[in-house]
């Protein structure tokens, strides 16, 4: 049986809330990557993420959120 293996790690985006996130599409993304294996990020493809404001100190509530990327901008936020 093949079993795909799936990319679930968490970076953190630094937005104070989902919605400015979402008024950046168009934008480069402004996050922090967080494993110690390689750069999570990827310019295209889907981001899974969220904002830890009790670690960056960047306000806000936290969020979760899955972000597509083309060409290392913002496509889509959901």
């Known amino acids: 049986m093949l079993i ?11 937005y104070q809330s989902k919605k400015e996130l979402k008024k950046n599409i168009g934008n480069k993304l402004n996050y922090t990557e967080t494993s110690f294996f390689g750069p999570e990020y990827k ?21 979760f959120a899955e972000v597509t990327m083309i060409d290392n901008l913002i496509n889509g936020v959901k």
């Open 4 to 14: 795909k293996k799936r990319n679930n790690q968490m970076m953190i985006f630094n």
């Open 43 to 63: 310019s295209n493809g889907k981001l899974i993420g969220s904002n830890r404001p009790q670690l960056t100190n960047n306000g806000g509530r936290e969020f």
